[in-house]
Nanobody, 124 residues
Framework: QVQLVESGGGLVQAGGSLRLSCAASGRTFSNYAMGWFRQAPGKEREFVAA????????NYADSVKGRFTISRDNAKNTVYLQMNSLKAEDTAVYYCAAAATGWTTSRAYNYDYWGQGTQVTVSS
């Protein structure tokens, strides 16, 4: 089992920045690719970004490319999502997830463990 706890969400004005963190515990963190997903009210959960086990490979949704950066610190068992130039449409609950396959996949069903989510609200 892997336990994931997100933090860092909040209310920010459009154009601002936030950094989300996801702390992992349980099994060896570096064995998992990590991903961030988000779900806005009334919408399906969507892929945001993913990072490989060692951090050398990343994958981003087109909607966040150039604005968001995913990173990880395996020594701290933590994955981050730096979000810049935030827009109102980025408002959602953000979830981190762990994939035992190690793939930086955008498909939610490839992820084995999920956190509870953290709310991000961007005011326009």
């Amino acid at each position: 089992q892997v336990q994931l706890v997100e933090s860092g969400g909040g209310l920010v004005q459009a154009g601002g920045s936030l950094r989300l963190s996801c702390a992992a515990s349980g099994r060896t963190f570096s064995n998992y690719a990590m991903g961030w997903f988000r779900q806005a009210p009334g919408k399906e959960r969507e892929f945001v970004a993913a990072i490989s086990r060692g951090g050398s490979s990343t994958n981003y949704a087109d909607s966040v490319k150039g604005r968001f950066t995913i990173s990880r610190d395996n020594a701290k068992n933590t994955v981050y999502l730096q979000m810049n130039s935030l827009k109102a449409e980025d408002t959602a609950v953000y979830y981190c997830a762990a994939a035992a396959t190690g793939w930086t996949t955008s498909r939610a069903y490839n992820y084995d463990y999920w956190g509870q989510g953290t709310q991000v609200t961007v005011s326009s």
